[in-house]
């Protein structure tokens, strides 16, 4: 917040500068020095963007981007692990199921003896078996990454800022779970509330939401 605010005022001021040069350049001694003083603003105002505000700019997007892109690649490689889970290596549109109401409907589906697809991926969860571990290193990946652009970029945004530190304590909570215990059942939880929205109920994703706002 404090970047985007010290960007537009850098380009108010410029634009102001521009006016005041424009209406100035011509005429008296007093104006004159005014002329100069709002020069001297306008070049100081282009030696800061260029210097500070684009370089920054690119930075941040940079490590938007990574951030994004390891999200993303968290939650595919999450649906491959599930596919295996439910025994449905065999669906062959995996992209599909980024989306929440698609992943809902597919996981949802019963398969056998009264369970479900999601069921499944429970059991593995709760067994502790090959499935849950590399789901645990995957959330591993993502948190490093949340902490790297952290610590990368100053997040002035309170909401965003309290955002990433209360997913860090879910999954720091998530990779200590124990099996055959509650802790499984909050695991599958949250897992559920990450690709299905809160059970569809948000517009948009929150974790993408608040990867946009850093």
């Known amino acids: 917040m404090y970047f985007k605010s010290t960007t537009i005022t850098t380009i108010v001021i410029a634009l102001a500068s521009i006016s005041c040069l424009v209406a100035l350049k011509g005429v008296d001694s007093f104006s004159s020095i005014m002329y100069e003083t709002f020069l001297a603003l306008f070049t100081s105002s282009v030696f800061y963007a260029a210097t500070v505000i ?7 997007n940079k490590v938007r981007r990574g951030l994004n892109q390891q999200y993303r690649s968290f939650k595919k490689r999450c649906i491959d692990l599930f596919l295996i889970a ?31 697809r999601w069921d499944l991926v429970a059991t593995s969860i709760d067994n502790q078996d090959y499935i849950f571990r590399e789901i645990v290193r995957e959330f591993d990946f993502l ?3 949340i902490e790297f652009a952290r610590s990368s970029v100053r997040i002035n945004d309170e909401k965003v800022e309290q955002f990433f530190i209360n997913l860090r304590q879910v999954i720091h909570t998530i990779k200590g779970a124990e099996a055959n215990s509650d802790d499984y059942k909050h695991f599958c939880r949250t897992l559920w509330s990450i690709f299905t929205r809160l059970k569809g109920e948000l517009e948009e994703d929150i974790i993408e939401s608040m990867i946009k706002n850093i």
């Open 54 to 60: 684009v370089p920054e700019t690119k930075r941040i």
């Open 86 to 116: 439910s025994k449905s290596q065999d669906y062959q549109y995996r992209d599909n199921l980024l989306d929440h109401q698609e992943f809902r409907r597919y996981f949802s589906i019963q398969i056998a003896n009264g369970q479900s």
């Open 143 to 145: 948190d490093r990454e």
